[in-house]
């Protein structure tokens, strides 16, 4: 297994395993989005909470496979059934994602691997519906981009909540009302074109055609801007404050809280870095590539950070997170040779970029079958059955 992730049955990790793993707490605007008649459906049609995730979380996939198929490079409008089947599928990942939870209750299954298998999901999914949103907005390279403004408070949520034991949403946050913008955008898509997405934001909504800068570039990319300015940044800032007052009331150590965000920021500069020097245009020719294998890896340092809160470890930087950066070094070396070799890497940047991928895939596949085992194997529990193992 990747690092310091072994749990045993008498081990101080396995004996906090036992404790109550729900520590959630949502407020919303809508909260009966995710309380539809679908939900109430598939909580007696299937009774098995981790398969209700896994299967929301199978929806995006399809969602980004049809992306794939239909706009290889995400800059071209694909058939407008497309985007409406965006949006379905990402409704109804909304709703098992919503129902998974309140069906652990209901059967009395709730256990800390159900929660690390939900938010595990919910990390990589950051990823699928980047994809799938770059398809119908015909994002192209800035697709790696609206990842990063999922993937930034979705980690920096993570941390908190490790610090201060609670995740507590805002009455306005993504997993409802964000998605809930995203699938209408996608059903609103179906209907004016994804043509729409490439003008001037200015043309598109008229009424702030007097925002200078804003109204004279491309309507995606205007969104992006305003995501960051009114949901990334203030988002992160409380996130932030947050630890920080939970650091400084246990005369804890800041710089050491702040370390468990190195090795996401160096993942996010290193692909970044790889992109600058890339003669290859890796974000424009590849996006699925580049968005996958950075959104496992992103996958990876998540389920980390979670099992180091349910299995109550010493605060401060896990080294084996760092096992998501290997690539990378290799990676940027190549691009570098290009600039010695008159343009000409040493190895085409693709079979680099799908090594980069296949090691991210492999790599998270490893951690979360190895700890699936021995979580299951610590509580005497299965992972896809209610039942609980003989002793």
């Known amino acids: ?25 949502a407020f919303s605007l809508f909260p009966e989005l995710t309380d539809n008649f679908i939900g109430v459906h598939v909580m007696y049609m299937c009774p098995r909470p981790n398969m209700i995730t896994l299967t929301g979380f199978l929806f995006l996939v399809t969602s980004a496979l049809l992306g794939y198929i239909y706009s290889p490079m995400l800059d071209s409008p694909p058939p407008r059934w497309v985007n409406f089947a965006h949006g379905l599928l990402l409704f109804l990942y909304q709703t098992f994602d919503a129902v998974d939870g309140k069906q ?82 996608h059903f609103f898509t179906s209907l004016m074109g994804a043509e729409w997405w490439g003008q001037q934001f200015g043309k598109s909504m008229p009424l702030v055609s007097w925002v200078p800068f804003l109204n004279e570039i491309p309507t995606n990319r205007a969104v992006l801007l305003l995501m960051v300015a009114f949901a990334v940044i203030p988002t992160v800032y409380c996130n932030v404050n947050n630890v920080h007052k939970v650091v400084k ?68 930087l896990k080294t084996n997170m760092c096992m998501s950066l290997l690539c990378l070094p290799f990676a940027i070396a190549n691009a570098l040779t290009a600039r010695l070799n008159d343009g000409v890497p040493m190895v085409d940047e693709f079979w680099v970029l799908l090594a980069y991928t296949a090691y991210s895939v492999s790599l998270y596949l490893h951690f979360a079958t190895s700890v699936i085992h021995e979580i299951t194997s610590a509580l005497g529990i299965y992972c896809f059955r209610i039942t609980r193992k003989e002793a």
């Open 104 to 185: 652990a209750r209901r059967t009395n299954s709730s256990s800390p691997l159900g929660e690390l298998f939900d938010h595990g999901c919910d990390a990589l999914a950051c990823a699928f519906e980047a994809l799938a949103f770059g398809s119908t907005a015909m994002c192209g390279r800035d697709t790696f981009w609206f990842w990063v403004i999922s993937a930034v408070p979705f980690y920096f949520a993570t941390w908190e909540s490790y610090f201060t034991n609670t995740l507590v949403l805002p009455v306005v946050n993504g997993p409802t009302e964000g998605l809930m913008l995203i699938y209408l955008s």
């Open 1 to 25: 297994m990747p690092g310091n992730t072994s749990i045993h049955p008498f081990s101080s990790g396995s004996l906090s395993l036992h404790k109550d793993s729900n520590w959630s707490i």
């Open 249 to 316: 009331a246990s005369n804890a150590s800041m710089p050491r809280a702040l370390a468990m965000i190195y090795p996401f920021v160096v993942l996010l500069g290193g692909v970044l870095l790889w992109d600058y020097l890339s003669p290859s245009d890796l974000m424009k020719n590849y996006p699925h590539f580049v968005v996958v294998g950075t959104g496992l890896a992103f996958g990876f340092l998540v389920g980390r950070l979670i099992l180091a809160h349910l299995c109550d470890e010493p605060k401060g």
